[in-house]
Structures are given as C-alpha cells and as structure tokens.
C-alpha cells in the first residue's frame, strides 16, 4: 500500500513541461540509435534480405560478415586511422596544455596578441584551406604519408584545445602555485605537477574531441593519400564499397567495426566530458 501511494505521488510531480521535455528526449534517442541498430542488424544479413526485408531481423545471423570485412581490408584501415588518431592526440594535449599553461600563468601584451591570433586559427575552415595545404605537403614532399594528416590534424585542433585548457587552468588557485614556488618547485614541475593533474576533466574533453576528429575526418583523408595501404577508416570504406560494389552486409559489417573505437571511448569517458566541458565554461 505504502508503495503505491509513493509511486502516485512521484507520478504527481511531474509537470507538463517536464513530461514534454521526457518525451522529447526519448525521441531523439530513438532517431539517434535506431540508425545504429538497424546497421548492427543488417551486417548480420545476406544481400537478399537487405533489400527484400529492410526491417526484419535476420533469418540467419552471419557473424562471418566481420571476419570478411577484416580481411578485405577494414583491418589495415583500422590500424591507420589508430596510428593517425593516437599521434594527433598525445601531440594536442603536449602542445596545447603547455600553451594554455603560459597564456594562463603569465600577462603581457604578447599575451594577449597570441590570444587573438589563437582565436583567429578558430576561424579557419579546414576546406578553405585545402589547396594551400595540398601545396605546402607537396613541397614538404610529405603527400601520401601519414604526416600528411597528422600535422593538419594537429594545426586545426590546436586552437579550441588551447582555449579550452586555458580556461580550466585559469580557474585553479594562486595559492597552490605559491605554495610550489617557496617549496623550490621549478616552473615545469608546477605544470606536470599541479596544473595537468587538477585539469584532469579537460584533458579527457581534449582527448575525446581530437580523437573523434581525427577518427572521422574524411575530406583530407581522402585527398591527401592516394596509396590504399595508408588509408584511414573514412576514405578507405569509400574504396571498400566500391570494391565489394553488392556486398552490403560485409560493408556494413566494416562500417560497424570502424565505428565501435568511438562508442566505446565516448561510453567510458562521457562523465570526464560533460564536466570537463562545464567547468572549463563556467570557471573560464
């Protein structure tokens, strides 16, 4: 009885705007993750069935699906985009976190030039810079290497990574860093020492954007390397359907692989990221 009459009251609470707002939330995570789910299924499914039952579930669950798609070339694609991923993220947050640790520590008129040209690298769109790139790379002789998406990685996540640190480090007190100074701590002993530990959140926020940026990133992945064998996840699925041109269960199969990196780290590590992201805003 008791319970009853709790759970009634709980229902009373809730208001129409509340009850709104549920409901909307509950539809956009069913267009969210309905696309997903249905391409989990249907790279379970032979060609027939994916075109004559889009929407059923699979009479037969080929599993071997993946197993094609890892030998036709998903896995080579896969080790790339690691490869790219790994060096743009730990070449970030080395970069950006001593830049945030300067812009944030110190205040000169040069400071504040670095910010506005900080700033300025925000506004860049990576498109429009396409052929000036294609023709710095080409010079460099650095076309159809890894470098060659390594470094434009690492140049246009630089700019929000340094704003988004800065505005962390900002928020941490004077005091600790006092504290260092008269304990003899030197000035690179305060940053891997004080400041990198207590931003831990913005880190793990700077390690998810750059990854999910390097994971995806299509268009320079694409013109910048020719040589299949150095193909990342994106532009290497555009040659891989066409390869296997009607195969779409073992197409969907490498799409699914090629996407689980992500989900997973946005699983394990979306905590860090919301407060990493809330706090940088609020205390910045």
């Keep these: 009885m008791r319970n009853a009459i709790t759970s009634s009251a709980a229902l009373?609470?809730?208001?129409?705007?509340?009850?709104?707002?549920?409901?909307?939330?509950?539809?956009?995570?069913?267009?969210?993750?309905?696309?997903?789910?249905?391409?989990?299924?249907?790279?379970?499914?032979?060609?027939?069935?994916?075109?004559?039952?889009?929407?059923?579930?699979?009479?037969?669950?080929?599993?071997?699906?993946?197993?094609?798609?890892?030998?036709?070339?998903?896995?080579?694609?896969?080790?790339?985009?690691?490869?790219?991923?790994?060096?743009?993220?730990?070449?970030?947050l080395l970069f950006a976190s001593m830049a945030a640790f300067a812009l944030a520590k110190y205040r000169s008129r040069f400071i504040d030039y670095a910010l506005i040209f900080i700033m300025a690298g925000m506004m860049i769109n990576p498109q429009v810079a396409m052929i000036p790139l294609f023709g710095i790379l080409t010079s460099l002789e650095l076309m159809n290497t890894r470098w060659a998406l390594i470094l434009p990685y690492i140049a246009f996540r630089l700019p929000i990574s340094i704003l988004l640190l800065r505005a962390y480090f900002l928020s941490i007190p004077r005091e600790l860093e006092e504290s260092a100074i008269i304990d003899g701590c030197s000035?690179?002993?305060?940053?891997?020492?004080?400041?990198?530990?207590?931003?831990?959140?913005?880190?793990?926020?700077?390690?998810?954007?750059t990854s999910f940026f390097a994971w995806n990133e299509f268009l320079f992945a694409t013109v910048f390397i020719d040589s299949n064998s150095l193909k990342t996840i994106p532009?290497?699925?555009?040659?891989?359907?066409?390869?296997?041109?009607?195969?779409?269960?073992?197409?969907?199969?490498?799409?699914?692989?090629?996407?689980?990196?992500?989900?997973?780290?946005?699983?394990?590590?979306?905590?860090?990221?919301?407060?990493?992201?809330?706090?940088?805003?609020?205390?910045?």
Excluded: C
């Excluded at 789910?37 to 249907?42: A, D, I, L, R």
């Excluded at 041109?245 to 394990?268: E, F, K, Y």
């Design 187 to 209: 000035e690179f002993g305060i940053y891997s020492k004080i400041y990198l530990p207590i931003a831990r959140p913005i880190l793990i926020t700077t390690v998810v954007l």
């Design 235 to 284: 532009s290497g699925l555009m040659n891989f359907r066409d390869a296997l041109r009607t195969d779409w269960g073992v197409l969907l199969a490498g799409m699914v692989i090629s996407s689980l990196p992500m989900i997973a780290l946005l699983l394990v590590l979306q905590k860090h990221l919301v407060r990493g992201l809330s706090e940088g805003s609020v205390k910045g």
């Design 12 to 92: 009373r609470k809730w208001t129409l705007g509340e009850f709104i707002t549920l409901v909307g939330l509950i539809i956009g995570a069913i267009i969210i993750l309905y696309p997903l789910f249905w391409m989990v299924v249907s790279s379970m499914k032979s060609y027939d069935e994916i075109y004559h039952d889009v929407w059923g579930l699979p009479s037969t669950w080929l599993v071997h699906n993946y197993a094609e798609a890892w030998s036709k070339g998903i896995s080579s694609y896969f080790f790339n985009s690691v490869i790219v991923t790994v060096i743009t993220v730990i070449a970030v």
